[in-house]
């Protein structure tokens, strides 16, 4: 047990140690996802999940504040009873945001694990070493994080396949015939030249991860559990996440 001061009081934690299990209905569904800015994600089969409007509405309110806060704030004096207030508000709605960024990783990252028995995403750990200070981009970074996080969870406790990918060339490569077609950010839609595959950017992406995921998984395979027994194998690839 621990105690933990937050914005809006103090909470008592409990660390349980327990091997939670839960059965899994076996569809033979895979899908790969692209985590992004302008939708939460999208996934191999062009499906997307945006984020819903009370969070949009939370982080405007967020923004607001944030911008509130350091126009009151005076440079080497006494801080005004009216700046003190406004950094608590800040404080409070951070929590708020952050709790429902956490309800919402924890619902997606259950749904996704519950309806497919392979799930293959870009491990964003590269791209969160370049430090960025945009608020809007650092909470997603924050929130793809947890999602990753209780999607890695879900996937001990359901059994099924969860593998993280290094991000290179998702966006570029073509998700059909393998060429290389550059694109600036603002390029919303993947365009190929060589096989004439026309694909919302996003989607092109995530059929992307779904592949790298398999020929990780493909490599991984042959060399370590190709040598044992048959039955040993499907032990081991079920418990891997
Ligand atoms: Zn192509």
């Known amino acids: 047990v621990r105690a933990v001061r937050r914005a809006d009081g103090y909470y008592a934690q409990f660390l349980v ?13 895979m899908t790969g996802i692209d985590l992004g800015l302008k939708e939460f994600y999208t996934d191999s089969d062009g499906n997307t999940v945006d984020n819903p409007r009370y969070l949009k509405k939370s982080e405007r309110r967020l923004k607001s504040l944030q911008r509130r ?82 999607l890695q969870y879900f996937a001990k406790v359901h059994g099924v396949i969860v593998i993280a990918v290094p991000p290179h060339n998702t966006t570029v490569d073509c998700s059909c015939c393998g060429v290389k077609v550059k694109k600036t950010l603002s390029n919303r839609t993947h365009k190929c030249n060589k096989c004439g595959t026309v694909l919302d950017r996003d989607h092109n992406a995530a059929k992307n991860i779904l592949v790298k995921g398999f020929k990780l998984l493909a490599e991984y395979l042959n060399s370590t559990v190709g040598h044992t027994e048959s039955g040993a194998k499907s032990s081991f690839i079920a418990g891997r996440n």
């Open 69 to 150: 806060v350091s126009k009151k704030h005076v440079r080497g004096k006494k801080q005004s009873n009216r700046y003190h207030k406004v950094r608590k508000a800040l404080a409070k709605q951070h929590l708020k945001v952050s709790r429902q960024r956490e309800d919402k990783a924890r619902k997606d990252a259950l749904a996704l694990v519950k309806s497919n028995d392979l799930i293959v995403y870009e491990d964003l750990k590269i791209r969160n070493m370049v430090k960025n200070h945009h608020l809007a981009k650092s909470i997603s970074d924050a929130s793809w994080y947890q999602f990753t996080q209780w």
């Open 17 to 29: 140690d327990w091997d939670r299990k839960e059965e899994h209905e076996f569809q033979g569904k």
